[in-house]
């Protein structure tokens, strides 16, 4: 089985502060980590992954995220916060498979965050 | 290319109406599935088809609702008769699995379904 947890419902940052939204994963062979983006009334936007290789990937919007194995963690980061970056971002985990073949994710319950001008 | 494309956008109706939810998926993508998203229980995966057959609906709440894919263009999901518990924002995702992709999954902007 694979699960995800988001330990944070609320984080609030300062505009230009960095910025950390946390991710830990359970999955029983090597993990495909995903952060998705929601922005009120809208649909959930792919941000980056992890498949493998570095283990810090960088995404869009000045996003970037950090694979760590040992802490089976995938931490969404941002050097510099912007009021616009406001919204629910989602942790996603699925078991790779050599196949490709894309079985479902497994979703976080939601992190939202809120810059304070 | 345009996206996942979900209609209705927004949905009121009266308990015991039908309600249908329409969705198209990204074209050539091969996976579809079916998400309800509520303050309570969050985002909970409903169905999901792979080249339009459903592979798992262990998600689907109860016999109320169901779901089809008649095309690799074109997907249903149906609440009948439906509830004011069901009063949710319902995403339709597509992804691509074949070719070594890595599955990631494109959201449509969802349908807000409103049963009074």
């Known amino acids: 089985a694979q699960s995800v947890a988001q330990p944070e419902d609320q984080v609030n940052v300062a505009e230009g502060n960095p910025l950390t939204v946390k991710c830990t994963y359970s999955v029983s062979g090597n993990p495909y980590l995903f952060w998705y983006v929601q922005y009120p009334n809208r649909g959930l936007q792919f941000l980056l992954k992890?498949?493998?290789?570095?283990?810090l990937v960088k995404g869009s919007y000045g996003f970037e995220a950090e694979f760590n194995k040992s802490q089976t963690s995938f931490h969404l980061k941002k050097p510099s916060a912007l009021v616009s970056d406001s919204a629910l971002y989602f942790c996603?985990?699925?078991?790779?498979?050599?196949?490709?073949?894309?079985?479902?994710?497994?979703f976080g319950s939601g992190t939202q965050l809120t810059v304070l001008p | 290319d345009a996206g996942v494309i979900q209609s209705p956008r927004h949905e009121v109706t009266e308990m015991g109406q039908e309600v249908t939810l329409r969705c198209k998926p990204i074209?050539?993508?091969?996976?579809l599935f079916w998400y309800r998203q509520t303050m309570m229980r969050g985002l909970e995966l409903l169905i999901y088809f792979n080249n339009n057959v459903p592979i798992d609906d262990s998600g689907m709440p109860e016999d109320r609702f169901s779901a089809k894919m008649p095309n690799a263009s074109f997907s249903t999901l149906k609440i009948q008769p439906s509830e004011p518990r069901d009063s949710a924002v319902y995403f339709c995702?597509?992804?691509?699995?074949?070719?070594?992709?890595?599955?990631?999954?494109?959201f449509g902007e969802g349908s807000r379904l409103t049963v009074l």
């Open positions: 995702a597509s992804s691509l699995g074949t070719g070594g992709s890595t599955g990631e999954l494109f």
């Open positions: 996603a985990v699925r078991d790779g498979v050599p196949s490709g073949s894309a079985r479902q994710l497994t």
């Open positions: 992890y498949i493998t290789g570095d283990n």
């Open positions: 074209s050539g993508h091969d996976y």
